[in-house]
C-alpha cells in the first residue's frame, strides 16, 4: 500500500517559549514532506497578525507550503480583503476557510453587519479577490449547530459551489461516523475530497474538554484506555499512538489515503505515527 499523504496543522505561539518549540516541530515535521502545513486563527481574529507571521515566516524559511486560516467572525469584507492581499503578496496560495466562533465563549454567531456571513460566502469572495486554494471545514458527528444532517451536508455543498477545492474533518474516534459522513456527501452531491482530522491524545483531559466545547464524541472505550495513565507521559504518548495509528489503518482500508494531523505544535506523537503509516520514508536502494 503507497504511504499516505499528509498535512499538519500549528497554532500561533504567543510566547518566546512556545515559539521555539514550535519551529523545532516544524523543522522536525518537515522532513516527512507535508502536502500542506496549516497555521490556525483565533475566535474573533484574536491570532490575526501572529497567525500571519507564522505563515509567512514558514513560507520564507522553509519552503513548506503553508495554509492559513481565516475566519468570518467580526471583521467587515475589506478588513479580510487586506488581510488575503497581503497573504498574496507574501507568497501564501492556500487559505482554510471557516465561518470560526465569536470572541465570547457560548455566544451565538452573529455575521458582521459589512463581513461575509458564512463560509460559503468567504470562499467566494477569496476567488473573486485572488485564485487560492481554499479549503473548508466538514464535520463528521455535524456542526453543533446545524439542525441535522441534511443542513450539515447543504452547507459543505455551499462551500463547494463556492470554490472549495477540500474539506478537512473536526477530529473524530468513531471512524463509522466518517464513514457515514463521506456516503452523505456522496449523496448530496459533495464530490471534493475528504480528509480526516487526526487528533494525538497528548493529554486526555484536556482534549476531553476541548471536545466538549466543538461538538466532538469521546467513546467511553477511548477513555477507559487512557484511565490512570495521567501521571504516565511515556505510557500515555504509546496509547495515543495506537490509537491514531489504529484509526488511521482502519480509515485507509476504506480507501482515505490523505490524514491532516493537529499537531498542538508537537512532533513527537505525530512523526511516530507517520513512521508507522510509511509517510515521510524514504526506501532504501
Same mark, same amino acid.
Given at each position: 500500500?503507497?504511504?499516505?499523504?499528509?498535512?499538519?496543522?500549528?497554532?500561533?505561539?504567543?510566547?518566546?517559549?512556545?515559539?521555539?518549540?514550535?519551529?523545532?516541530?516544524?523543522?522536525?515535521?518537515?522532513?516527512?514532506?507535508?502536502?500542506?502545513?496549516?497555521?490556525?486563527?483565533?475566535?474573533?481574529?484574536?491570532?490575526?497578525?501572529?497567525?500571519?507571521?507564522?505563515?509567512?515566516?514558514?513560507?520564507?524559511?522553509?519552503?513548506?507550503?503553508?495554509?492559513?486560516?481565516?475566519?468570518?467572525?467580526?471583521?467587515?469584507?475589506?478588513?479580510?480583503?487586506?488581510?488575503?492581499?497581503?497573504?498574496?503578496?507574501?507568497?501564501?496560495?492556500?487559505?482554510?476557510?471557516?465561518?470560526?466562533?465569536?470572541?465570547?465563549?457560548?455566544?451565538?454567531?452573529?455575521?458582521?453587519?459589512?463581513?461575509?456571513?458564512?463560509?460559503?460566502?468567504?470562499?467566494?469572495?477569496?476567488?473573486? @479577490?485572488? !485564485?487560492?486554494?481554499?479549503? $473548508?471545514?466538514?464535520?463528521?458527528?455535524?456542526?453543533?449547530?446545524?439542525?441535522? &444532517? +441534511? =443542513?450539515?451536508?447543504?452547507?459543505?455543498?455551499?462551500?463547494?459551489?463556492?470554490?472549495?477545492?477540500?474539506?478537512?474533518?473536526?477530529?473524530?474516534?468513531?471512524?463509522?461516523?466518517?464513514?457515514?459522513?463521506?456516503? @452523505?456527501? !456522496?449523496?448530496?452531491?459533495? $464530490?471534493?475530497?475528504?480528509?480526516?482530522?487526526?487528533?494525538?491524545?497528548?493529554? &486526555? +483531559? =484536556?482534549?476531553?474538554?476541548?471536545?466538549?466545547?466543538?461538538?466532538?464524541?469521546?467513546?467511553?472505550?477511548?477513555?477507559?484506555?487512557?484511565?490512570?495513565?495521567?501521571?504516565?507521559?511515556?505510557?500515555?504518548?504509546?496509547?495515543?499512538?495506537?490509537?491514531?495509528?489504529?484509526?488511521?489503518?482502519?480509515?485507509?482500508?476504506?480507501?482515505?489515503?490523505? &490524514?491532516?494531523?493537529?499537531?498542538?505544535?508537537?512532533?513527537?506523537?505525530?512523526?511516530?505515527?507517520?513512521?508507522?503509516?510509511?509517510?515521510?520514508?524514504?526506501?532504501?536502494?
Amino acid at each position: 500500500m503507497p504511504a499516505p499523504i499528509v498535512s499538519f496543522e500549528f497554532f500561533p505561539p504567543n510566547t518566546e517559549k512556545m515559539a521555539a518549540t514550535l519551529w523545532r516541530s516544524v523543522e522536525r515535521l518537515a522532513p516527512i514532506k507535508p502536502a500542506f502545513v496549516s497555521v490556525t486563527y483565533g475566535a474573533g481574529g484574536s491570532t490575526r497578525n501572529r497567525t500571519h507571521d507564522t505563515v509567512e515566516r514558514i513560507v520564507q524559511e522553509t519552503g513548506l507550503k503553508a495554509a492559513a486560516h481565516l475566519t468570518c467572525v467580526a471583521a467587515a469584507r475589506s478588513e479580510i480583503d487586506a488581510v488575503v492581499d497581503r497573504y498574496w503578496i507574501a507568497g501564501v496560495r492556500h487559505i482554510v476557510a471557516l465561518r470560526g466562533d465569536m470572541p465570547t465563549p457560548d455566544a451565538a454567531y452573529t455575521p458582521h453587519p459589512d463581513g461575509y456571513a458564512y463560509a460559503s460566502d468567504l470562499v467566494a469572495g477569496l476567488k473573486r @479577490r485572488h !485564485d487560492f486554494e481554499i479549503s $473548508v471545514a466538514a464535520y463528521p458527528e455535524k456542526h453543533p449547530e446545524a439542525i441535522d &444532517f +441534511a =443542513a450539515e451536508i447543504d452547507n459543505l455543498k455551499r462551500k463547494q459551489d463556492a470554490g472549495a477545492v477540500r474539506a478537512i474533518t473536526q477530529f473524530f474516534f468513531n471512524t463509522d461516523d466518517f464513514l457515514r459522513y463521506r456516503d @452523505r456527501m !456522496d449523496a448530496g452531491g459533495v $464530490v471534493i475530497p475528504l480528509i480526516p482530522g487526526v487528533l494525538p491524545v497528548t493529554n &486526555f +483531559a =484536556a482534549m476531553a474538554r476541548f471536545a466538549g466545547r466543538c461538538g466532538a464524541s469521546v467513546p467511553t472505550w477511548v477513555a477507559e484506555r487512557f484511565e490512570g495513565l495521567e501521571e504516565d507521559v511515556e505510557a500515555r504518548s504509546g496509547v495515543a499512538a495506537a490509537l491514531a495509528v489504529e484509526q488511521c489503518q482502519r480509515l485507509r482500508t476504506e480507501g482515505v489515503d490523505a &490524514f491532516h494531523f493537529y499537531t498542538l505544535n508537537r512532533a513527537e506523537l505525530t512523526i511516530a505515527i507517520c513512521r508507522m503509516l510509511g509517510a515521510g520514508l524514504v526506501s532504501a536502494d
